[in-house]
């Protein structure tokens, strides 16, 4: 392993400074006793008590994390699939025409996705809520999903496919023992930059949600008008400092295991 | 190929945990829904203490769903397979509403507490005799200013005050061509429902002349914004400028002599409703007296109800700037609708001005 | 290669997406696109397209999505290498996409906050004696916040093919008195162009299409398309008009895979020369 210079420590560093900036930003404020995300009046933790003491927000939350883990679960399936059958494709043309068809609705504004979506929903009678969102999410996160996994696709060459053929590997197995656990980076990628998407989206969710559910995104947005209330910033802080332990405690954990059994 | 059935499997786990975590904790899927009422509002717009009140006194269960602009609301409401009770769009939403057929009437005999709001906010152009909409908030658009931060002594009487050399750089004015337009209109003593593209084209051309005074145009962060300091004057609506003066005493709000805007924000059952009658309950209970003063101080917007104004800090009802007097009033018109095509020309016009500011 | 037919398998739900989610809303916004406020037939949205407000807004939005792209791939490429040669690389990895969980629009306010006149860094400014800068309302924060945002996007694919090289290739590189420059040029970024291609696609495409920040962070001094077919659809409530800006974007988009977009498979003989 090449060793790093202080150079590039420091550089990696201003990085993950800016990145992480606004975050604390906001949760220095979520402890902030006055009602918006402006003069720190003085040390509270009212907005958390608030946060646990409203369901409402709890369950728009929970609808939140549900519908971005199972939406980039099945967009990440889809995708991966899609990315496959892609690389495979031996006519240039159509294989750029599928391509750009796939950016179509990276391109599009949400407004208009949204909005035929929903007008798709409502010919079609299904019925707005829970799943209109689920299906829309899945349906704009697919293309990123494809645009992850696809270089590692290209990377991998087609030699190494048909020499595992010629050894008498079957379809299923060359799927399974050679094309996925080499894309495997690209698919992992793929499902957080849709996790990303969804748990960004306002827009779409916006119109093709109904019959009382709701994304936080939506609610977040919709109150821009009278104030963007504290207690949105105290559960964001909640949820960052859940989602880094998670991450943290899954990754020792994990890491601990491996060295255990290996090494 | 192992560690990604393992990823799968543990997300569906997850989620499958997650939804019945919501579903235990989410009382209207759980009851059956027997009596729902379902709001359509902006967020943050209601006492939610208000909400539960009004649970505990019918047993109508209200689910409370919301809404950032009026035209989203519009679209939403128009192409169905939605079931809003009760929504709050602002009054020239109403009127493209009415157009489009798309509101039921109120019934005033199931709501015998009309009688307390001012009959100043009654009986108005964009909907005659209240027939589908009964007044929520109400406010007008003016100038919030820092007077500290102002190089000149200025107080903004005037609307060319914002035309000043001494603010070069410093204005933010709404994203909004029927605010800014109007504001301009109003400068020259025009309607700001003028229709005539002379008068519409000389209102441009003055904004154009305000360009090098504005910082920016922006949104609803022009609150954080004037709170801050980052400004010392900002064009927007008295309700925001309430919210900022709460959280910064240094502001101060005027609405300029040449007169202004008169908004509302009502309440109407749109036609989608399944629950007609929980509607108007709810329009009742929110007229009450009690009820009105108390969204009026959690909001923090003016309430149209003179009953509840009783109940209210004197301090803030005496206050012209959250409750402007009767001679101030008279200058104040509520927008008309002024039909798709006019409205495309104002919105040109000000995208003209906005392309000018780079 | 037997593996075709298995390969229009796996298409089957992809295809089906396109059809469904893709297609069909192409459809119908080609055909919003014909229409007039009133619901009439017209070509009058694309006349009016031409027309020099919409063309200096389309040069300005590529001129944005370009820059925005630019820094964006100039800031990630160091720290996708630096993060691949850490020892808990997927942990530092996981770090970066982590904050792109969190709301933006909340983030937005916050970088209101951040750069503004009372903001922590105008306050560093005049503790050390410096003037205060107005950061806000300018291109160079709605460059900065846009590449705030895409960065993830840009990172991940460039980290999951500078992984995969091995360290000894550019070991090899050097030792062969190869200065670091020439490795960059010859060896590494070669290697690692479908990642790069990917984190264009994945940036400069909805960099097109921005919009709420061109309002919160730029104050309406940057106007993209985006911003206007938002505008069209929201405000002015002219779909027919907001439509045809979304078909010049799709049109462009287009022309922009059709020169991107591989040729000739001259990958295979490249990576067997190497």
């Known amino acids: 392993m090449t060793k790093i210079n202080t150079g590039s420590k420091v550089y990696l560093a201003l990085v993950f400074i800016v990145l992480y900036a606004p975050i604390f930003f906001l949760i220095f404020y979520s402890f902030n006793s006055g009602d918006s995300m402006t003069n720190f009046k003085s040390f509270t933790l009212d907005h958390y008590k608030d946060v646990f003491a409203d369901s409402r927000l709890v369950v728009i939350l929970l609808n939140t994390v549900v519908v971005a883990l199972l939406s980039a679960l099945i967009a990440t399936i889809i995708g991966t699939m899609g990315a496959i059958g892609i690389q495979t494709m031996r006519n240039r043309k159509l294989r750029n025409t599928v391509l750009s068809l796939n950016n179509i609705l990276i391109v599009s504004p949400d407004v208009i996705i949204g909005a035929s979506f929903l007008i798709l929903f409502t010919m079609v009678g299904i019925k707005l809520g829970f799943i209109s969102v689920l299906l829309s999410h899945i349906a704009f996160s697919i293309p990123i999903v494809v645009i992850m996994v696809l270089p590692k696709m290209q990377e991998m060459s087609n030699t190494l496919i048909d020499a595992a053929l010629d050894l008498g590997a079957s379809k299923k197995e060359v799927l399974t023992r050679v094309i996925l656990p080499y894309i495997q980076p690209g698919i992992f990628a793929g499902f957080f930059m849709a996790l990303t998407y969804s748990l960004d989206d306002f827009a779409v969710t916006f119109f093709v949600t109904g019959n009382g559910f709701s994304t936080l995104s939506v609610e977040i947005y919709s109150m821009a008008r009278a104030g963007v209330s504290l207690t949105v910033n105290a559960l964001s802080g909640i949820v960052f400092a859940v989602t880094m332990l998670l991450v943290l405690g899954y990754y020792f954990v994990t890491t601990r295991k491996v060295k255990g059994v290996r090494k | 190929m192992k560690n990604l059935v393992k990823a799968i499997i543990a997300i569906a786990v997850v989620c499958a945990a997650l939804m019945y975590l919501v579903n235990s904790l989410d009382k209207t899927s759980s009851q059956g829904g027997t009596d729902i009422l379902t709001v359509y509002n902006w967020g943050e717009y209601i006492d939610p203490a208000l909400l539960k009140k009004f649970e505990k006194e019918t047993g109508i269960q209200v689910i409370y769903e919301t809404f950032d602009s009026n035209e989203a609301m519009i679209t939403k409401v128009d192409q169905g397979g939605t079931n809003y009770d009760i929504a709050i769009p602002s009054e020239y939403t109403i009127e493209q509403m009415k157009q489009k057929d798309l509101l039921l009437p109120v019934d005033h005999s199931k709501i015998p507490n009309l009688k307390n709001i001012d009959e100043d906010f009654l009986d108005l152009d964009f909907d005659k005799k209240n027939e589908y909409s009964i007044p929520y908030f109400w406010g007008t658009v003016g100038i919030v200013y820092n007077p500290k931060m102002l190089k000149k002594d200025l107080d903004f009487t005037s609307w060319d005050q914002l035309w000043d050399p001494s603010l070069k750089g410093e204005v933010l004015l709404v994203d909004s061509a029927r605010e800014v337009m109007g504001m301009s209109l109003n400068s020259m003593n025009l309607s700001l429902n003028s229709t005539d593209s002379t008068e519409l084209n000389k209102a441009t051309d003055k904004l154009i002349k305000l360009s090098p005074n504005v910082k920016a145009v922006i949104g609803d962060e022009v609150t954080q914004l004037m709170v801050n300091g980052d400004a010392p004057a900002a064009l927007t609506w008295s309700g925001q400028a309430a919210d900022m003066m709460y959280d910064n005493e240094d502001l101060t709000y005027s609405v300029p002599n040449e007169g202004s805007n008169l908004w509302f924000d009502n309440m109407v059952i749109p036609k989608t409703s399944k629950n007609v009658e929980g509607a108007h309950k709810f329009i009742n209970f929110m007229l009450d007296p009690e009820n009105a003063a108390q969204n009026a101080d959690y909001v923090g917007y003016s309430t149209p109800n003179k009953a509840a104004l009783k109940l209210l800090d004197p301090e803030v009802i005496h206050d012209e700037r959250y409750y402007p007097s009767a001679e101030v009033r008279k200058n104040l018109h509520v927008y008309k609708d002024l039909g798709k095509e006019k409205i495309g020309e104002y919105n040109e016009l000000f995208l003209k001005f906005k392309m000018s500011l780079q | ?274």
Request: hydrophobic content about 55%; some cysteine.
């Open chain 3, 1 to 274: 290669m037997q593996n075709k037919r298995s390969g229009s398998l796996t298409l089957v739900p992809y295809y089906v997406w396109i059809a469904l989610f893709v297609i069909a809303p192409i459809i119908l916004v080609g055909y919003y696109s014909l229409l007039d406020l009133e619901g009439n037939f017209t070509f009058e949205n694309y006349k009016n397209f031409l027309t020099p407000v919409y063309l200096k807004m389309t040069l300005s939005s590529f001129w944005y999505a370009f820059l925005i792209t630019l820094f964006c791939l100039v800031v990630s490429y160091p720290a996708a290498f630096i993060i691949s040669r850490l020892k808990n690389k997927q942990l530092w990895l996981m770090l970066i996409i982590i904050p792109s969980w969190i709301n933006l629009l909340l983030k937005t306010y916050a970088f209101i906050g951040i750069l503004g006149q009372s903001g922590p860094i105008n306050a560093f400014l005049s503790a050390i004696g410096l003037e205060k800068q107005q950061m806000l309302f300018t291109s160079a924060s709605f460059v900065f916040v846009s590449v705030y945002i895409f960065i993830p996007f840009m990172i991940l694919p460039i980290f999951n093919s500078i992984d995969k090289l091995s360290p000894a290739l550019l070991d090899a590189s050097r030792d062969l008195g190869a200065s670091r420059l020439y490795t960059l040029r010859r060896v590494m970024i070669p290697l690692t162009m479908d990642g790069i291609k990917a984190g264009i696609q994945a940036v400069f495409i909805p960099a097109l299409s921005l919009f709420m920040i061109t309002r919160l962070i730029a104050g309406n001094h940057v106007i993209t398309l985006g911003t206007a077919i938002e505008q069209q659809f929201l405000v002015t409530q002219n779909w027919g008009m907001g439509s045809t800006i979304a078909v010049f974007l799709i049109i462009f988009m287009f022309i922009i895979m059709a020169f991107t977009g591989e040729k000739r498979k001259k990958g295979a003989s490249r990576r067997d020369k190497n």
